[in-house]
């Protein structure tokens, strides 16, 4: 028998709660503090039969091994329980209530989890500027982590809404629905912008059916929250539970109110890149060289390599405008307006519609040009473009062509012979002074000759062995003479293939380069009118 006056005395005011048990896992001391954690506890009860399995559980130990400390609930409370083992083999049990702790740790870890998830949500949303495929991340994730089911809802186009659902585990899925979202309750509010409304207020048994995916069952609880997005709404975020399980809380609906943050802002952003996109695609098509086909029996062959290889325009220009009148000339304009990029692209464009508006005086080159200055000499934009124009008409096997530089290198003619000739044209700038002059001139090709109008991107292109000579005017003539008797498109891919060899991945200024050919025979067979065709006798 133990002396339990011995036993009891040393921890009987201990504030935390104090077992003492003998080898055989009977209770020999029970503290206030453990009678009230364990009620049923006494000295001379047997450990399994009054306190949890986790605690009877340590103390029954084979004989000589180390007893641990361990964890677990009693009640509404866990406790962390630490063995001292005495020198007659009985062990002090103290317990410490960890509650707290837990709760805290338990806090901690879920707000890590949450930031992990908001993180993830933005790295993978950020990464596309594609609005379907944010819409399917967004889902996806939503399905994962937050509930058992999500809904994307775009904002109507029409009297459809966008909508991409996804089950927990499952894949996205993309739909057009018909339907009114005023038929639930916060939804036509979030899907305007306005704050959510409390889950508590919306009562699953009245979802209408196109808001419930296919296998998912009846619906638990729903929360509704927007998509903010930059200063318009990107749509709404519908998270779904099951009948059975738990409800949100008020932590998860604010928690989802910022995952929906995250991903609004990146739809938003995907929607506004669409547009621009959009935008951009149409302004470009107006902006970029047009396909040059076969026009009134003349052949024409364009090429265009703008300064940056990630740009698709810039300050090069051509057009091939079709005589308004039958047996009147083509005109035929290669332009360079001073500077790269975009701001030259637009002066570009401007230069562009000028020209097309002045096709009623398309004969007169002289007036064409003076008029083109003063409409650049009133613009606010200070930049100016060197010109060069060419009527072609037909004339029995031969082109006749009429020809016209404004400060623009001369057009240059390839013989069938291989002899190449510079156009004697010159004039001034055009958009640079009150007055503009040029030199007419006219020149006739014979079948298989060719025109070859450039701008100085490619003869003034730096490359070569060391890396700074210049393309240069005679190194384009010996390429030229080379292209004798070659159809227009062929002499152009050659120019620019030589041109680009020679810069490498060395920087360069825009290079254009256009061919005006008299066809070798009289019938000649193209496809669609677009391509060179294959000439025949």
Not at 172 to 182: Q, Y
Not at 305 to 331: C, K, N, Q
């Amino acid at each position: 028998m133990y002396d339990r006056a011995v036993v009891r005395s040393p921890w009987g005011d201990a504030p935390y709660p104090v077992l003492v048990t003998d080898t055989e896992s009977v209770l020999l001391f029970v503290n206030k503090a453990a009678g009230l954690v364990f009620p049923r506890a006494r000295p001379g009860s047997a450990m399994a039969d009054v306190v949890p399995d986790w605690l009877s559980s340590a103390h029954a130990r084979p004989p000589g091994a180390r007893i641990p400390t361990v964890h677990g609930p009693a009640g509404d409370r866990t406790y962390e329980a630490h063995p001292t083992v005495r020198d007659d083999d009985t062990v002090v049990w103290w317990l410490v209530d960890d509650t707290d702790h837990r709760l805290a740790r338990e806090a901690l870890r879920v707000e890590r989890e949450r930031t992990a998830l908001l993180t993830e949500a933005s790295n993978l949303l950020l990464s596309s500027l594609n609005l379907e495929r944010c819409m399917d991340v967004t889902a996806r994730m939503a399905a994962a982590h937050l509930a058992d089911a999500a809904l994307v809802i775009a904002p109507s186009r029409g009297r459809e809404l966008p909508v991409v659902a996804c089950l927990r585990g499952g894949s996205p899925s993309s739909s057009r629905i018909t339907a009114d979202p005023g038929q639930v309750p916060g939804l036509g509010e979030a899907l305007q912008g306005f704050p959510p409304v409390p889950s508590r207020w919306i009562a699953p048994a009245t979802a209408p059916a196109w808001l419930i995916p296919d296998g998912f069952g009846p619906v638990g609880s729903i929360v509704i929250t927007p998509l903010p997005g930059h200063g318009v709404p990107a749509g709404a975020l519908v998270l779904l539970r099951g009948a059975g399980t738990n409800e949100f809380s008020a932590e998860e609906e604010v928690f989802a109110r910022l995952f929906a943050a995250r991903a609004g802002a990146a739809m938003s952003a995907a929607r506004l890149y669409a547009e621009q996109t959009s935008i951009t695609n149409v302004l470009m098509r107006e902006l970029l060289p047009p396909l040059l086909h076969q026009v009134s029996g003349v052949e024409y062959a364009g090429g265009y390599r703008p300064s940056m290889d990630h740009e698709r325009i810039g300050g090069d220009f051509y057009d091939v405008h079709p005589a308004t009148v039958p047996g009147d000339a083509s005109l035929v304009v290669l332009g360079d307006v001073c500077g790269k990029g975009l701001e030259a692209a637009v002066m570009t464009g401007k230069i562009r519609n000028t020209l097309h508006a002045l096709l009623p005086i398309a004969q007169d080159h002289q007036r064409i040009l003076s008029l083109l200055n003063t409409s650049l000499l009133n613009s606010h934009n200070a930049r100016f473009a060197t010109l060069v124009l060419a009527s072609a008409r037909r004339d029995g096997n031969t082109v006749r062509l009429r020809l016209t530089s404004a400060g623009h290198p001369a057009p240059l003619i390839l013989r069938a012979d291989g002899r190449v000739e510079e156009a004697p044209t010159k004039g001034t700038l055009v958009g640079a002074l009150p007055q503009v002059t040029a030199e007419t001139v006219q020149v006739t090709l014979a079948p298989g000759e060719s025109c070859v109008l450039y701008t100085d991107g490619i003869s003034e292109a730096r490359g070569g062995p060391m890396g700074g000579t210049q393309f240069g005017e005679a190194r384009l003539v010996r390429a030229l003479e080379e292209c004798a008797g070659m159809p227009g498109e062929a002499v152009v891919e050659r120019v620019q293939m030589l041109a680009s060899q020679w810069v490498g991945t060395g920087r360069h200024d825009d290079m254009a380069v256009v061919v005006i050919s008299a066809p070798r025979t009289n019938h000649l067979s193209a496809v669609d009118g677009h391509t060179r065709g294959r000439f025949t006798s």
